[in-house]
């Protein structure tokens, strides 16, 4: 375990690999596709892709002449468990924060503003 972890930890430290992920969050690309914001040879691309591959952080596969890269997002789980141990990391409570959000920035308009949908009843009864 402790391996995976160093390879998933080096390989999300340089920024261009990072920067390839934020880019494969939105839709599989095309190696060429990734290559083209970086100032950079097509070569040192397909080295990080590579070692994003390793990681398990990306998957690439061949459709037709063209190779594909796909984001693996299973593969962070493990890291995210890592660091959630030190308690710095909670996971956010996505319900929690739309209730939040829904009672402050509910109209302050009267007294029918908590009955709108949407408004602090419907968010305290779907709990």
Known sequence: ?????DIVF???ADPTRRAILAMLLEDDMAVTDVAEPFEMSLAA?????????RAGLIAQEKRGRV???KLEPD????????????GQFEPVNLEAFERFLTVELAPE?????PDAPGGP??????S
Do not use: N, R
């Open 1 to 5: 375990m402790t391996d995976a972890l």
């Open 10 to 12: 080096a390989a999300l």
């Open 45 to 53: 691309i397909s080295k990080h892709l590579t070692i994003l591959t």
């Open 67 to 69: 190779k594909w890269c």
């Open 75 to 86: 593969a962070m789980k493990a890291a995210s468990v890592w660091m959630q141990g030190f």
């Open 109 to 113: 308009d009267g007294p029918e503003a």
């Open 121 to 126: 009843d419907q968010a305290a009864s779907s």
